[in-house]
């Protein structure tokens, strides 16, 4: 039940836009986003519990399709300071663990 | 607050001695986690704690992994006998309420090697 997050690795020039993709088997009940920078700890940037719900920091925001079981983290006119690996959080909708299942990372790197 | 604190941040032990890691959880969480990351598995929960209670354990690898939770401002993750491939970085993370709907706050991890 590990979510799939797209693409594996990004690599983009300073200003440029990403879109970062976790697609889940299952029905979710919620989505949690994460950055983790090199050499550091996981960094909580946001949480979805609705389906349709968008939800924004800064210039990134992310999106939650109920229907597709998937949600979508959007980095707009990156800066050099969001390089690192995003992690997507899932909790699927009929278990009622309080934990989330992380996937496998997407690593982003800005270049100047 | 001085949030989550592990202890020790590196640990390089040999094959086959037992490792104990540590974790202060924010005051007031009732969740505490214990995670693995390595770069194949990725971040791996292996134990879950609620209001110092162990909920779910089943992603501990093996009988050679325990945690305990003695008290709700600490909790250690022991390795005994440790292996090569256990080699990874340890993370706990604390949240106020359910980690599937509350914010989870990382320690700073620590980074276990075994030769």
């Known amino acids: 039940q590990q979510p799939v997050q797209s693409p594996q690795a990004v690599i983009l020039r300073e200003g440029e836009d990403a879109v970062i993709n976790c697609s889940s088997s299952?029905?979710?009940?919620?989505v949690h986003w994460y950055r983790q920078k090199h050499g550091e700890a996981p960094v909580f940037l946001m949480i979805?519990?609705?389906?349709?719900e968008q939800k924004g920091h800064e210039k990134i925001s992310a999106s939650f399709n109920e229907k597709k079981q998937q949600s979508s983290l959007y980095l707009t006119a990156s800066q050099l300071s969001y390089s690192g690996t995003y992690f997507c959080?899932?909790?699927?909708?009929?278990?009622?663990?309080?934990?989330?299942?992380f996937g496998k990372g997407t690593r982003l790197h800005i270049l100047p | 607050d001085a949030g989550v604190i592990q202890s020790p941040r590196h640990e390089v032990t040999e094959m086959g001695q037992e490792v104990t890691l540590r974790c202060k959880p924010i005051?007031?969480?009732?969740?505490l986690f214990w995670y693995r990351q390595t770069m194949m598995r990725g971040l791996e929960l292996l134990i879950y704690?609620?209001?110092?209670?162990?909920?779910?354990d089943s992603g501990m690898p093996e009988d050679r992994f325990s945690a305990k939770m003695p008290n709700a401002s600490f909790s250690t993750l022991k390795i005994q006998p440790s292996e090569p491939r256990d080699s990874a970085v340890y993370f706990c993370?604390?949240?106020?309420?359910?980690?599937?709907?509350?914010?989870?706050?990382f320690g700073p991890g620590t980074r276990l090697t075994v030769l």
């Open positions: 993370a604390s949240s106020l309420f359910s980690g599937r709907s509350d914010t989870q706050y």
């Open positions: 299952k029905a979710l009940y919620s």
């Open positions: 979805l519990l609705k389906g349709g």
């Open positions: 959080g899932t909790e699927p909708m009929n278990y009622r663990d309080d934990k989330i299942i």
């Open positions: 005051s007031g969480h009732d969740y």
């Open positions: 704690f609620n209001n110092n209670v162990p909920i779910d």
